[in-house]
Every structure is written in structure tokens, then in C-alpha cells.
């Protein structure tokens, strides 16, 4: 089941999608940031898959209800994104996951692309976080604070990749390492978008199989209840 919920935030209240698993619970959590279409059906889809899994499952919005399907209107979003909001939303949907019935203490996050960013950028700066899974994606580096990180991170990238290219994906996962923190990191031999199952043209299904079965496997090993 999947469900539309409101987060209070400072900066008003932000949509988001929420997908309930079976059984009463408590389930571990986990926050799902969206690429740079926005929440749009691909995202409630894999918070449903997360929740079959077992998960409470919520997909944020940080683009205040807008999504698209045309990467001209994509590209518009984008560049009117704001990582500084983004994080106020992620520490609104924290405290939403931690106070729900259904949930635990342990809230984990993912993202891809866009929401791949995210995600490393909220485990460096959103407290209350308990393990990260980045799909390619690199936030700025002056998001990348991980002297205080002690959750550890699974990097999922393209082997190719002309937006986030192998080289800097390194140099992060060094920069973290050397700040002790726990960062495995693969590359695919699908390219940007690998995970994206409604777009032919960017899916790769022995990719986007490797890293969910690699997802779900780090998660349960670091994110019980």
C-alpha cells in the first residue's frame, strides 16, 4: 500500500510518498530521493519494491509536486533545486519515519542521480541517519562532511559515465574512507540511469538486478530494527 503524506518542515509542509510492508511491524526505514524527473510513478514503484522487502518506505519530493517527463522541463527543475532544502526535507521525513507506529529508530536513505546526491549529502549532514545508498550520483563537495559520518555507505555507479565520472566517484569514497568511514563502492557495467526501468534507452536489467540484490543485503545487515 502507498500513500501520500505530509512532512512538517520549517519551510511548510512537503509531499511525500509512503509505502507500508505487511505485518505490524517495527520495520526498519528508509528515505528514497527522487532523480531529477521528481516523484514521480518510477519512485513510489521502487518505495513499493522496498516495502516488499520489508521496509517503511518513504519517497520525498523536493520539488514541491512538480515532476516531468521531458528532460527540457527536467533540466528547468533542477537548476532550481536547492540542496539546502532538500536537507530541511530530509530531516522532516527522519523524524516522520522515527515517530511512525510502524517504524524503528534506524532510518536509512537512498537516491538516485539527482537523489543519488542526496543521499551522500544527507548522511554528512542530516543527523539520525543510519546507513546510506548512493545510485550515481555526487552532491558539491561543499556537502561532504564526513569527519562526523560514523554510518556507513554502499555506492552504486556506471563504470561510464559523462555526468559522474569514475575518477570523482574515487576521490570521494577515498575522501570518506580516510575520514573512517565505511564506504563500499561498485561500478556497473550499465551506464547513468541503470536502475531507471521505464527508459529503455538507460535500464540495464544485469546491473540494476546486482545492485538491488546488493542494496537489500546491506541494508538488512546494517539497518535492523
Known amino acids: 500500500m502507498i500513500e501520500t503524506v505530509m512532512l512538517a518542515t520549517p519551510n511548510g509542509p512537503a509531499m511525500a510518498a509512503l509505502a507500508t510492508p505487511a505485518g505490524d511491524g ?6 528514497i530521493c527522487h ?27 523536493f520539488y514541491e509536486g512538480k515532476s516531468t517527463a521531458d528532460p527540457e522541463e527536467a533540466l528547468k527543475l533542477v537548476m532550481q533545486f536547492q540542496t539546502d532544502h ?4 530530509t530531516t522532516a521525513a527522519v523524524a516522520f519515519l522515527k515517530s511512525h507506529p510502524r517504524g524503528g529508530q ?7 542521480c539527482l537523489g543519488g546526491a542526496m ?18 550520483g555526487l552532491p558539491l563537495p561543499k556537502y561532504l562532511h564526513f569527519d562526523k559520518v560514523r554510518a556507513p555507505l554502499l555506492g552504486h555507479f556506471a563504470e561510464t559515465d559523462a555526468h559522474v565520472p569514475a575518477e570523482k566517484v574515487q576521490a570521494v569514497v577515498e ?10 563502492c561498485h561500478f556497473y557495467q550499465g ?4 536502475m531507471r526501468k521505464p527508459d ?26
Open 106 to 112: 534506524e532510518v536509512s536513505i537512498t537516491g538516485f
Open 175 to 184: 575522501q570518506a574512507r580516510a575520514a573512517g568511514v565505511s564506504f563500499e
Open 200 to 225: 529503455p534507452q538507460s535500464y540495464h536489467a544485469e546491473s540494476a538486478q546486482l545492485a538491488w540484490d546488493r542494496t537489500i543485503a546491506f541494508l538488512k545487515r546494517h539497518a535492523a530494527v
Open 26 to 31: 517495527p520495520h526498519p526505514a528508509i528515505i
Open 86 to 89: 532538500a536537507l530541511v526535507v
Open 35 to 61: 532523480e531529477w524527473w521528481g516523484l514521480n510513478d518510477d519512485m513510489r514503484r521502487i518505495a513499493e519494491r522496498f516495502a516488499r522487502e520489508g521496509f517503511l518506505a518513504l519517497a520525498v519530493d
Open 119 to 136: 543521499a551522500i549529502a544527507a548522511i554528512c549532514n542530516v543527523p539520525g541517519l543510519h546507513a546510506g545508498v548512493p545510485f550515481y
Open 191 to 194: 551506464g547513468h540511469g541503470f
